[in-house]
Nanobody, 125 residues
Framework: QVQLVESGGGLVQAGGSLRLSCAAS????????MAWFRQTPGKEREFVAA????????RYADPVKGRFTISRDNAKNTVYLQMNSLKPEDTAVYYC??????????????????WGQGTQVTVSS
């Protein structure tokens, strides 16, 4: 089984930046796609960004395109989410998830085998 630990969340002003990290353990990290989702009170957990097993393919939700960048370091079993030009509407709990199958592609919550605990990102106006 896999364990995921997010870090890097915090409080920032609009226009600022944060870099989230998700450290994975428990299986061969390099064989699995990873993704970031976020959730606000009263809403479903929504897709933010995904990256395939070797980092060669990425996908972003429309609201974050051009502002967020997902990356991974397989040697460190870690996936990152660099968030720039943050907006108040980016405020949410951000979750890291790992794909259910090797060499897959994450499209939705149904693809996620394990979630981290989440890290709070708050953007003030």
């Amino acid at each position: 089984q896999v364990q995921l630990v997010e870090s890097g969340g915090g409080l920032v002003q609009a226009g600022g930046s944060l870099r989230l990290s998700c450290a994975a353990s428990g299986r061969s990290f390099s064989s699995y796609a990873m993704a970031w989702f976020r959730q606000t009170p009263g809403k479903e957990r929504e897709f933010v960004a995904a990256i395939n097993w070797n980092g060669g393919s990425t996908r972003y939700a429309d609201p974050v395109k051009g502002r967020f960048t997902i990356s991974r370091d397989n040697a460190k079993n870690t996936v990152y989410l660099q968030m720039n030009s943050l907006k108040p509407e980016d405020t949410a709990v951000y979750y890291c998830g790992t794909d259910r199958r090797t060499f897959g592609f994450i499209r939705s919550n149904a693809d996620i085998a394990s979630w981290g605990q989440g890290t709070q990102v708050t953007v003030s106006s």
